[in-house]
């Protein structure tokens, strides 16, 4: 595993954060009724949109392969390091309980950028217990919190998306 992945989760999962967040944006300025349907932002808003979810995809990628099961040709000290990596570009949580683990998502610089403090707790009221049981990993979660506010993002975008285009094609909408 190269270090520049452990990184990269970051600067993908930002990168695809902002552009959706600006073709949401666009979109919107564009749907309102004082704008024309020639108006070129949909084009960019449009733009905005296929690099965010070039963005979001890439994230899923790093996920994977930080998180995901390790592959049955490894050494077997991978693990062990793999986890010390994680641990230490703050990948992964510690906290174990619903308490340690608000404070400690709160308090992190990355998820504040992309989520409030009452999406953070909303979040955790809702996924907590799901994410103890199967498979999942607890450590995890800070991941798969950013990958599913990116993924709700992605789809009101797309929404959007169908929205202008038939606003644009001087359709109803």
Do not use: C
């Amino acid at each position: 595993m190269q270090v520049q992945v452990e990184r990269d989760i970051y600067i993908h999962t930002t990168r695809a954060h902002d552009l959706l967040r600006d073709a949401i944006d666009l979109f919107r300025k564009f749907l309102d009724h004082g704008n024309p349907a020639s108006d070129p932002q949909y084009y960019r808003a449009r733009s905005f949109l296929k690099e965010g979810k070039a963005f979001f995809d890439r994230a899923v990628q790093d996920a994977k392969k930080l998180l995901g099961p390790i592959p049955i040709y490894a050494a077997k000290d991978f693990e062990g390091w793999r986890s010390q990596v994680l641990v230490e570009n703050k990948i992964v949580v510690q906290g174990r309980t619903l308490e340690e683990l608000k404070a400690e998502l709160e308090a992190d610089e990355f998820i504040r950028t992309i989520m409030s403090p009452e999406e953070i707790d909303a979040y955790l009221q809702a996924r907590y217990e799901t994410q103890k049981t199967g498979k999942r990993k607890l450590a995890n979660i800070k991941v798969r919190m950013a990958l599913d506010k990116l993924a709700l993002m992605l789809g009101e975008a797309q929404e959007l998306q169908k929205t202008a285009q038939r606003k644009q094609q001087g359709l109803p909408f």
